[in-house]
């Protein structure tokens, strides 16, 4: 059975970034056509320039907030005009804040005296952004793109989750809450779904070493892990950090004719973090 990738149509909302511009690419290579909506046009830009030059694939970029459904909407527009009817969506978007990010792990006696370090001092309005961002950054594009797939019956749509939609991770309560939203949003739209031809599945990357985190997962000065490194490293039965690029085929198996079956599952890709208990 072929994978049946080839010339389909794919919006990737926050294409611009480290890990949706690798599965943009992975898209391309495959003869999918892109459109690459970040915030940052430049970005966007810069990845279908990219795009086009090594895959010789049709691609654009293309800026619109994945919070506001207008400008969603006159992208879809445009990305009609230029690649066509949407087959595919990968909701990218996403990430965390310092205003939703309390300074200590734990409330211990250490602390008492700054409350705001903790989840008391957390303010109501990061938290909403934050939550914000994950969620409806993943709900409203999915209400203006998957209008194609209705109209042709068929479709994808992806959704990234995190390791912190099964067990939060300490200090981010705004993004594992909105993370594990994901999780029971992509169940409730695929059975919503599930007699119009469009499937609805994610994937939950494990811990991956970027440019963003490298500053705390490694220490600049001695090139060796940070205390939190070692941590993920330990709880990471592969014992090792996963590369964007190995998130790739997870994705496109679920977009793919291989998957047609399946719809509602969220896929750990994460060196077996999330069924190792640490003991
Ligand atoms: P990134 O910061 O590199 O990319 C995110 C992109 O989203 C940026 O280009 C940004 O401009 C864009 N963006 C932000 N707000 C937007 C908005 N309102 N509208 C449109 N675009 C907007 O992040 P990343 O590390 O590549 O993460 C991508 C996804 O993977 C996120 O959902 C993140 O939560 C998830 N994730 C990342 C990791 C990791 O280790 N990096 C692990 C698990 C899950």
Redesign the pocket.
């Known amino acids: 059975m072929p994978l049946n990738l080839k010339d389909k149509v794919a919006v990737i ?9 690798t599965m943009a690419k992975a898209l391309a290579s495959h003869g999918v056509k892109t459109a690459i ?4 046009l430049e ?2 830009e810069k990845v279908a320039k990219e795009i086009t030059e090594q895959y010789h694939t049709p691609s654009m970029g293309i800026s ?5 459904k207008k400008s969603l909407e006159a992208a879809k527009l445009v990305i009609n005009e230029k690649l066509g009817t949407i087959d595919y969506l990968v ?6 804040a310092a205003s939703a990010t309390t300074k200590a792990e734990f409330i211990t006696d250490d602390v008492l005296n700054n409350l705001d370090d903790t989840f008391f001092g957390l303010e109501a309005d990061g938290f909403d952004k934050v939550f914000a ?2 969620f409806q ?1 993943t709900l409203l594009p999915s209400m203006v793109f998957a209008k194609d797939m209705l109209d042709k019956k068929q479709g994808s749509i992806i959704n ?5 939609a099964y067990t939060p991770l300490t200090k981010i309560p705004a ?1 594992s809450a909105a ?1 594990a939203a994901i999780n029971n949003f992509t169940q409730w739209l695929a059975v919503h779904f599930a007699k119009t031809g469009i499937r609805v599945n994610a994937i ?5 070493l ?1 440019n ?2 490298r500053f705390l997962l490694i220490d600049e000065k001695t090139g060796e892990a940070t205390a939190r490194g070692e941590k993920i490293i330990r709880n990471t039965p592969m014992e090792r950090y996963g590369e ?1 690029e190995e998130l790739t085929g997870t994705m496109l198996y679920l977009l793919s004719d291989w998957a047609t079956f399946i719809t509602g599952v969220v896929v750990p890709v994460d060196g077996g973090f999330s069924a190792y208990s640490g003991v």
């Open positions: 909302t926050g294409g611009g970034g480290v890990l949706c511009s909506l970040d915030l940052n970005a966007a619109a907030s994945v919070l506001d909701n990218g978007a996403g990430g965390n961002l994950n950054g990234v989750s995190s390791m912190n993004y993370k939950a990357p494990g811990f991956l970027t963003q985190n964007p």
